[in-house]
């Protein structure tokens, strides 16, 4: 078979089975080197020997030099919990300055009821996509000036990951309706979180973000919900420019222009206002 394609062996012998039960036991679904030989009792050449036995045999997925993932022994690769994903992509970035993201930062802000099936994850460093136990981790350059708003959050009841908070994801996505699934879906996030909007954060974000095409897509989008007050409206509405920016980047460039909020509107604001319900 090519590269990691090879099948997972049905049964363990008893070492490796030990170490698997009390490493899930002891809630270490991502684990070194060190961690396994606290278990063992063995020296580290020997220990590493049946980690790697292991990750041959697709029981672990090698994540970095010296730590490993548990691939759960009912799920298998494609079952494993999204929740546990954005702890594997902290492992992965190690020291890296990094905040989950774009869709992936919606689900954590319990903004989508969609299934996000890609892991999206800003990151002060260029790094690579790369696939883990069969799902995409997507990093996305941020430069060190444009690194803020972001919060901790649990993943998972034992682990927090640093996410983009609410204000900071709305424009996130309203820059990059691309990796939101649709400035709709963002819309869609807005309002299912529209008790917690924090107005003046959001001023303050978009100024300091100064992304003018996203301050505008999310006044656009306060005013098709009936959100926001007056002045939030009124400041978002400043964010112009000589042009007009499409309303949702991802849709073909037509429609009808909005000289209030300098947007195209490609998307009837009616299916903005009814997606919310779907």
Known sequence: MKGNAAVRTPTLGPNSADLLVRLSSADKGVFSIEDAQAITGWGYHRTADLVRKLA???????????????????AGLEGFPMSDR?????????????????YSAMELQQMTTQPVNTVFVIVRRQRRSRMIASVEYRFVYASPGSFWGWEEIWATPQEQVQVSDLERTLLDGAARPDLCGGIGEV???LWLRR???DEARLLEYAKRLDHKAAARRIGFLLKTHDLGRPETLRILKDFGKAGYDPLDPT??????????W???????????????WT
């Open 262 to 276: 300098r947007l195209r509107i490609n998307l009837d604001p009616e299916e903005l206002k009814a997606s919310v």
């Open 187 to 189: 819309g869609r996030g």
């Open 195 to 197: 008790d917690d909007l």
């Open 56 to 74: 041959r045999t697709r029981w672990l997925v090698r994540l970095v030099p010296g730590k490993y993932l548990i691939i759960p022994l009912e």
């Open 86 to 102: 954005y702890v594997i992509a902290r492992e992965v970035l190690g020291s890296v300055p990094y905040y989950i993201s774009h």
């Open 251 to 260: 849709l073909p460039d037509e429609g009808p222009h909005d000289p209030d």
